[in-house]
């Protein structure tokens, strides 16, 4: 089954083309829920490897988060990225591990006026509840310095992994 042009998609995960795989397999064998073959093999080949190693494996920023955005691990390229050590991204709330401003307000991280409307909470609430993934949703995240607070431009790519979401984040 071919592809046609104007439902051409990209893979979440690592951008490639969906259609540019080769031709002549079910067209449900080549991709799930627009992720490639090559990703889901990825994924599929953490069975039997510890969850630390293989999130460090990818080559992307990834989180892993409950249903409450609570973050259980990063990987390295994540800490990496946010600057944070192992101990202070785990067991911590999306807000805190990104030092979203809002986080620190009474209440904390999801509790506040401002988080109804976290594209970061959204989407992993969306992902969890529905098991939809989200690709490179765009998000702004205003960081919590208070000396000098900046807007920091993220995509957000969503995943369920049984009862967790795999959180890729992206700086615009």
């Known amino acids: ?24 397999i079910d067209i449900d064998q080549r991709f799930s829920q627009g992720i490639c073959k090559r990703c889901i093999d ?60 809002h986080a620190r307000l009474p209440g904390g991280c999801g509790r506040s006026v401002h988080c109804s409307g976290c ?9 969890w509840e529905t098991g939809e993934p989200l690709n490179k949703v765009p998000a702004t995240l205003t960081t919590s310095d208070p000396e000098a607070p900046a807007k920091v431009d993220l995509l957000i790519t969503t995943y369920k992994a049984g009862d967790m979401v795999m959180l890729r984040v992206d700086r615009l």
């Open 1 to 24: 089954m071919d592809v046609q042009d104007d439902e051409k998609q990209s893979c979440s995960w690592c951008g490639e083309d969906l259609d540019t795989i080769e031709i002549g």
């Open 119 to 127: 594209t970061i909470r959204m989407s992993i609430k969306r992902t």
């Open 42 to 101: 990825h994924f599929l080949f953490q069975k039997g490897v510890p969850l630390r190693q293989y999130l460090d494996s990818l080559p992307w920023p990834v989180l892993v988060v409950d249903g409450d955005a609570v973050v259980q691990m990063a990987n390295a390229q994540a800490r990496d990225m946010l600057g944070k050590k192992d101990f202070e991204t785990e067991e911590q709330t999306s807000g805190l591990v990104f030092e979203c401003a």
